[in-house]
């Protein structure tokens, strides 16, 4: 069964960087036709889809605002893939998840139970 | 920006059925757009209910459904019960790798 297990600070400080590590288990990061993601969710809000990564390190990307400030690297060898986020503001704090993105990146069929990120000033 | 939109909130009878759609600001949905949907319960990771339209995902039970109505993705539930009670989010595919999430519905069973 995989699993997806999100880690990092729980605490950033304002304009700083955040960043998050998923570990993947129970399945290689390398298998074809599977893009690997980050969405997050600010507290009382929906879901915010970030962007994505092949493990080729072929990536994509939500709203150009967001974008400038996001890298998402993946390390096959250690099956796991990042997210940086750089210029934290108050409005970065969100749970943060990561999830398998599958059907050709359509659609997210494995989930991680997310991990909760607040910007300090 | 496409804004990809969803009741904000709905109520359900226990044992009746409801209608969740997901649509476009601009434009219609339809298969290529793969809409997938989701349920989220309070202080949980979101569960993949239905993708590709109609495909249940492993485990869901069937009075989940998906289908297209008018210009709208619908997700169906049939029979409501309790535990039913959750956020449910749709996502479209966009084409590049690009997904968007809609706002979400509160459904409420009472």
């Known amino acids: 069964q995989l699993q997806l297990q999100e880690s990092g600070p729980g605490l950033v400080k304002f304009s700083e960087t955040l960043s998050l590590t998923c570990t993947v288990s129970?399945?290689?990061?390398?298998?074809?036709?599977?893009?690997w993601g980050w969405i997050r969710q600010p507290p009382g809000k929906g879901l915010e889809w970030i962007g994505s990564?092949?493990?080729?390190?072929?990536?994509?990307f939500s709203n150009p605002s967001l974008m400038s400030r996001v890298t998402i690297s993946v390390d096959t060898s250690k099956n796991q893939f990042s997210l940086r986020l750089s210029s934290v503001t108050a409005a970065d704090s969100a749970v943060y998840y990561c999830?398998?993105?599958?059907?050709?990146?359509?659609?997210?069929?494995?989930w991680g139970p997310g991990s909760l990120v607040t910007v300090s000033s | 920006q496409t804004v990809v939109t969803q009741e904000p909130s709905i109520s359900v009878s226990p044992g009746g059925t409801v209608t969740l759609t997901c649509g476009l600001s601009?434009?219609?949905?339809?298969?290529?757009?793969?809409p997938s949907w989701y349920q989220q319960t309070p202080g949980q990771a979101p569960r993949t209910l239905i993708y590709?339209?109609?495909i249940r995902s492993s485990g869901v039970p069937d009075r989940f459904s998906g289908s297209l109505l008018g210009n709208k993705a619908a997700l169906t539930i049939t029979g409501a019960q309790a535990d039913d009670e959750s956020d449910y989010y749709c996502?479209?595919?966009?084409?590049?790798?690009?997904?968007?999430f809609g706002g979400g519905t509160k459904l409420t069973v009472l």
């Open positions: 590709s339209t109609y």
């Open positions: 601009s434009g219609s949905v339809s298969t290529s757009s793969h």
């Open positions: 996502v479209l595919y966009m084409g590049s790798g690009i997904s968007v």
């Open positions: 129970g399945g290689s990061i390398a298998r074809s036709f599977y893009h």
């Open positions: 999830a398998r993105s599958a059907g050709g990146a359509t659609y997210f069929d494995y």
């Open positions: 990564i092949y493990f080729s390190g072929s990536t994509n």
